[in-house]
């Protein structure tokens, strides 16, 4: 029993570090090292749930996102800089290469500090537009907190986005306000992989606030085309968060009491909302998994040897299982799909034959088995069993396998007596051949006439 304490001592470690299902590095890169003081509740949260924050200026030219080709972080927060950019280790280039490797960042920004033209650059790439003026704030003359901003009405009070999942665990949503104060603006592209997280009012403008005229003129966008925080997911499921108020993630604001025009006090929901926002962006929630994937005959009595055949005939009937789980922050539990969705298989060659609703069976522990039925149509060649499922905010499944589907085989063809509708040519067949036989008989033992006749003559004479 030697080996009962190391155990115990693993269990322990494994409870006690929750993290995320890619990695628990993460990068956080701040410029100036004495605003750190000022989101010490979110790097408290963050390493509450396991992560190990790694502090680095963009100024530090050793620092790399890559170490002998892979990653040497898992995730990455960058904080808006002072200065023109990151510096060259934060290209757009590298952290779009850092995504296609699987990595996740959160970019934050503020409108009190003008955006660098580099990551202007990098939200191109993702199809996401800031305004022709970098120092844009989003003013709301109708939702805004009167303790605070009394008279620039730019910290904007927001109510939790809804649910985005329905009947199902809700990632950013949830009861309470959340309060974004100088937020920066950004309107989404016609990218599908990108979707709204939180969006301005529909009294909202961003205006500069650094020029001195009293009327905005031309405005970059109002009202709902403003988007406060965005994600997109790429098609590796790497995932890209863009915040429009790195203020929101400060301790004042985590426990801030805020009133809206004509409203009742209340304290803010952003600690709650980060804790969903960064749990999502470095996925401890929405990642799908796949485990067993099983196809068959569709009989009684399956064995192992059974399962997952390489050759279907035509016209068989077939049995298609997955099995399906969901992370949930520390551990994979069943995934359901919401009841306005569907999760489908299809049995395709250059197009689909079937597209069938896939339907939970069986539950286990900590996945969803889903299953169907189908015929494997009259149609000889290579077909696919494909899972084709992308839906916003969870990773992408796409399980493809390839399998042979034959004709009958010569003796595997019904018997013509089997077949109801050929009696009427089989007693047609027969017909002939006994006509044929009756024939030949009657030919072969009658005599003609005239031959019996001359026989009778000869024997007269």
Avoid at 84 to 112: E, H, I, Q, R
Avoid at 429 to 436: E, I, K, N, Q, R
Wanted: aromatic letters at 12%; proline letters at 5%.
């Amino acid at each position: 029993m030697r080996w009962c304490p190391s155990l115990l001592l693993f269990g322990f470690l494994a409870a006690v570090n929750a993290l995320s299902s890619s990695g628990n590095r993460l990068l956080v890169v701040l410029e100036d090292a004495e605003e750190k003081g000022s989101y010490s509740t979110l790097w408290g949260d963050l390493e509450g749930r396991g992560y190990n924050l790694i502090f680095e200026s963009p100024k530090n030219e050793q620092l790399s996102l890559f170490e002998l080709g892979d990653r040497a972080y898992d995730h990455i927060l960058l904080l808006p800089p002072k200065s023109k950019g990151f510096g060259p280790s934060l290209s757009p280039k590298n952290l779009v290469d850092f995504m296609n490797s699987d990595g996740n960042v959160l970019l934050a920004l503020s409108g009190k500090s003008t955006t660098p033209s580099a990551i202007s650059s990098l939200l191109l790439e993702f199809d996401l537009h800031l305004s022709t003026d970098r120092s844009s704030v989003v003013v709301d003359h109708f939702n805004y907190d009167t303790l605070s901003a009394s008279d620039k009405h730019d910290v904007l009070l927001l109510p939790r986005p809804g649910s985005l999942r329905p009947d199902t665990k809700n990632f950013f949503g949830g009861e309470g306000v959340l309060a974004f104060p100088s937020a920066n603006p950004h309107t989404l592209g016609d990218n599908s992989l990108l979707a709204p997280i939180l969006r301005a009012p529909t009294t909202a403008y961003s205006y500069n606030p650094k020029e001195d005229s009293n009327s905005v003129e031309e405005v970059f966008a109002t009202g709902s085309q403003l988007a406060l925080v965005s994600a997109m997911q790429a098609r590796n499921s790497a995932r890209f968060t863009l915040l429009g108020s790195v203020e929101s993630l400060q301790d004042k604001w985590f426990s801030a009491t805020v009133k809206a025009p004509g409203g009742n006090q209340a304290e803010t929901a952003n600690r709650d909302f980060a804790k969903q926002l960064t749990a999502w962006t470095f996925k401890e929630t929405g990642v799908l998994k796949v485990g067993k994937i099983e196809h068959h005959l569709a009989k009684d009595d399956i064995t192992v040897e059974d399962l997952n055949p390489s050759i279907y005939r035509i016209k068989n009937e077939t049995v298609f299982s997955i099995e399906v789980s969901e992370y949930n922050y520390d551990r994979f539990i069943p995934f359901t799909v919401p009841t306005n969705d569907a999760l489908q298989l299809e049995f395709t060659m250059l197009s689909p034959f079937h597209r069938l609703t896939l339907h939970p069976t069986a539950t286990t522990a900590n996945s969803t088995i889903y299953n169907t039925a189908f015929t494997v149509p009259d149609q000889h060649g290579i077909f696919s069993f494909r899972v084709n499922y992308k839906r916003p905010f969870l990773t992408y499944l796409e399980e493809k396998h390839e399998v042979t589907v034959r004709h009958y085989a010569h003796n595997e063809y019904p018997r013509s007596w089997k077949i109801s509708g050929g009696w009427v040519w089989i007693a047609g067949l027969w017909s002939v051949v006994g006509g044929f036989l009756a024939f030949v008989f009657v030919w072969l033992y009658s005599v003609p006439a005239s031959s019996v006749a001359k026989g009778k003559s000869k024997k007269m004479q």
